[in-house]
């Protein structure tokens, strides 16, 4: 099992930047795939990046492709998403998870542990 813990989120105007961090516990998340989502009011949770144990392979969601980064470090035990160029439809509430298997996933389906999220908001 694994505690996460997201912070960082807030409110921003349209062309700002936040960077969330996910802080995990009670076990190490070096040997797993991590993974950002988010869910929009009224929307389904989707997936918005993940990095692979070591950070040598990183997937992002095409709308936001080369606006927002993925990294981890493993010795503090952390996962964060940078987040520049936001937009309004950037806003969401921004999960943090990771599976309980060690295999390279992005599907939301295989993330089993969760955190409680962060809001982020972007005004135009």
């Known amino acids: 099992q694994v505690q996460l813990v997201e912070s960082g989120g807030g409110l921003v105007q349209a062309g700002g930047s936040l960077r969330l961090s996910c802080a995990a516990s009670?076990?190490?998340?070096?040997?797993?795939?991590m993974g950002w989502f988010r869910q929009a009011p009224g929307k389904e949770r989707d997936f918005v990046a993940a990095?692979?144990?070591?950070?040598?392979?990183?997937y992002y969601v095409d709308s936001v492709k080369g606006r927002f980064t993925i990294s981890r470090d493993n010795t503090k035990n952390t996962v964060y998403l940078q987040m520049d160029s936001l937009k309004p439809e950037d806003t969401a509430v921004y999960y943090c998870?990771?599976?309980?298997?060690?295999?390279?996933?992005?599907?939301?389906?295989?993330?089993?542990?969760w955190g409680q999220g962060t809001q982020v908001t972007v005004s135009s």
């Open positions: 009670l076990r190490t998340i070096s040997r797993y795939t």
């Open positions: 998870a990771s599976p309980k298997r060690t295999a390279w996933t992005t599907e939301v389906d295989d993330f089993d542990y």
């Open positions: 990095i692979s144990p070591y950070g040598t392979n990183t």
